[in-house]
């Protein structure tokens, strides 16, 4: 079974960070590229950052110069780190997979067919 499993969200004053793991099992990451969307309240669900399997990446202008995205395939893991964190960012955060051949660049509206449950992120003083 295919599964991805969120951790490291929680409580975070404004400006704080966070590192959001995102832990596969049952498959290898090593031919999927990955994401990760979010969703706030009230909203859809947005992506918010991609990378491929050669570490091109892709960030939704929001998040640019504060989020990083990175894998390790070796522990099957692709991470978000979130630095100067907003009120705005508040929403549950989810990893996904999509399995393709080798892309150049990655993209929000892949169809991404294996999604962990999410974990919540919460900005507030």
């Known amino acids: 079974q295919l599964q991805l499993v969120e951790s490291g969200g929680g409580l975070v004053q404004p400006g704080g960070s966070l590192r959001l793991s995102c832990a596969a099992s049952?498959?290898?990451?090593?031919?999927?590229?990955l994401g990760w969307f979010r969703q706030a309240p009230g909203k859809e669900r947005e992506g918010v950052s991609c990378i491929t399997q050669s570490n091109s990446t892709h960030y939704t202008d929001s998040v640019k110069g504060r989020f990083t995205i990175s894998r390790d395939n070796a522990k099957n893991t692709v991470y978000l780190q979130l630095n100067s964190l907003t009120p705005e960012d508040t929403a549950v955060y989810y990893c996904a997979a999509v399995r393709v051949t080798f892309v150049p660049l990655c993209a929000f509206n892949y169809p991404y067919h294996v999604w962990g449950q999410g974990t919540q992120v919460t900005v507030s003083s």
């Open positions: 049952g498959f290898t990451l090593d031919d999927y590229a």
